[in-house]
């Protein structure tokens, strides 16, 4: 077996580690409330369907390209070609600015975990006002992040995964167990989640149940590129990808077993219809269910500080795939000490993080004297990040493995690495180059068309706010382009041997003060 000087011990640990980055709020909220507003089962049945043809390609497509480089996205993107580096410049800053909201939630998950035998139900606005409560348990969660970071991959990243991802399973089925038998309303929620209505699939649902594949299983930013990096010959390709997939897949149908018959239990015994519940965006999350678990008494206690614990853990092995990107990049380029750049990456992200905690607790209080393009800023750089150039740096990657490197040569390629691809080749080949770009195109060209001329009740019409986020989107794409070829085309920007050597060089200066 090859052994690697800076990466994961195992496969499993790979698998746990990558699987952590992609569940993540998007599948433990995003996927229910999309799958509320979209038909039910039918949009499952969609979301499936995405997952095969756009996620499961995708995701062997970055890993293939960080594995054959064993460096950071733009190193890896110049091994491709040298003038395709911009595409890696892309991957690093995609993660760095979704850290920057992403954490504010993560905050909000630490915040209502801990307040769960307090009481969480009516406390959201409250809450999201109070600017100095928010950034403290931002901060905690960032803290918390880093200090696995910190510790490296082997010792941090793959030790953590470990423990935090059984942990988050054991937890979800649980609460999954608990909920199928709370008795009245549980079967009208199981009806809804599970009996498909296909009258209620509309184009936008095909477009929300595809965009969600690429949100949940952290498509195009980059994450992918790093973890493969990390990965040896004792890694199979195929065999990995799919479970990544499944246990993505998983969470996020189980998160919909557990919330689902939860709300209709909780509209039957309290006498509120279904559709007058918050049940879109973070509502779901921080509004209607804190009023769920309170219509359980004590027990609900326990089961919100489970739930949310569950939710935090999800979202911190995200945050960790995201810091470890940029911290990854930072070492190679400019061999800085990993505790330097991981903790230069995260003060970074919690200055930006500031202004986008102000601008939500305005919003949510209806204040919009701080918005940006009628968005508040978490919804602004989500929009950015998720709608617009998430599929831009996911159609880039099956650019440079089906068109640049050439589909023939990848797959001899990751024969050699270890994987044996068999029947799944020609599969692979005509999806890789040809299908999935192609419906990844679709999601970029109608989600950006949604926002020019979203539909309205009078049908679709022009926004301007909706143009100045598809312009500062690709406004942020032509700046990762020039920043590349003005700083980094020409210059080296390192690989996984270079963290090797400051590692060493870190362990020398120690040994050298011990004496």
Not at 39 to 57: D, E, K, N
Request: net charge neutral; hydrophobic share 50%; proline share 3%.
């Amino acid at each position: 077996m090859e052994q690697k000087k800076v990466g994961f011990a195992s496969g499993i640990g790979f698998i746990l580690a990558a699987a952590g980055s992609a569940i993540g709020l998007g599948n433990l909220w995003a996927f229910p409330y999309k799958t509320s507003a979209n038909g039910g089962a039918a949009f499952v049945i969609l979301y499936i369907a995405s997952v095969l043809f756009i996620g499961l390609i995708v995701t062997m497509c970055e890993t293939f390209i960080g594995k054959r480089a064993q460096a950071n996205p733009i190193s890896a993107y110049k091994k491709v070609h040298k003038n395709a580096g911009w595409f890696g410049m892309l991957a690093i800053a995609l993660p760095t600015i979704i850290i920057c909201y992403y954490s504010v939630l993560g905050g909000y998950t630490v915040k209502f975990t801990l307040n769960s035998f307090v009481g969480n139900a009516g406390v959201f606005n409250s809450f999201a006002g109070n600017i100095g409560d928010v950034l403290m348990y931002t901060a905690i969660f960032i803290i918390l992040s880093l200090m696995i970071v910190l510790a490296g991959v082997k010792d941090g990243i793959e030790k953590a995964s470990k423990v935090l991802m059984p942990a988050l399973f054991l937890i979800l089925t649980g609460i999954v167990i608990f909920s199928l038998c709370l008795g009245e309303g549980v079967k009208d929620g199981l009806e809804f989640y599970l009996k498909p209505d296909f009258s209620e699939l509309t184009w936008s649902s095909v477009l929300a149940a595809m965009s969600q594949a690429f949100f949940s299983l952290s498509l195009g930013m980059g994450i992918m590129i790093t973890y493969g990096s990390y990965s040896g010959k004792e890694i199979n390709l195929v065999k990995s990808t799919i479970m990544i997939c499944i246990f993505d897949t998983m969470v996020a149908l189980l998160a919909g077993l557990a919330i689902f018959p939860a709300v209709f239990h909780y509209s039957a015994t309290a006498g509120i219809p279904y559709s007058e519940l918050g049940m879109g965006g973070i509502g779901l999350m921080f509004q209607t269910l804190p009023f769920v678990f309170a219509d359980m008494g004590v027990l609900g206690q326990i089961v919100s500080l489970l739930f949310f614990a569950m939710v935090t853990i999800a979202a911190m092995t995200s945050v960790i795939s995201l810091i470890e990107v940029a911290t990854q990049f930072v070492i190679q380029k400019f061999h800085t000490k990993r505790k330097i750049a991981a903790v230069t990456v995260g003060t970074f992200c919690f200055a930006v993080a500031i202004p986008v905690s102000i601008s939500l607790g305005k919003v949510l209080n209806g204040d919009n004297s701080m918005v940006i393009f009628g968005q508040n800023w978490l919804d602004f750089l989500d929009l950015m990040t998720n709608t617009v150039l998430m599929p831009v740096g996911a159609f880039l990657a099956c650019l440079a493995v089906g068109w640049i490197i050439g589909i023939k040569k990848t797959c001899n390629e990751i024969e050699q690495q270890g994987t044996k691809l068999g029947a799944f080749r020609p599969v692979f080949s005509i999806m890789a180059k040809y299908v999935t770009p192609l419906l990844i195109l679709v999601v970029e060209i109608f989600g950006c068309f949604d926002l020019i001329m979203p539909m309205g009740d009078n049908g679709r019409s022009f926004s301007g706010n909706g143009l100045g986020i598809v312009a500062c989107s690709y406004g942020l794409l032509a700046l990762c382009l020039i920043v590349y070829f003005i700083f980094f085309r020409n210059t080296e920007t390192g690989t996984n041997e270079d963290e090797h050597i400051v590692d060493w060089e870190e362990m020398v200066d120690q040994s050298k003060a011990s004496k």
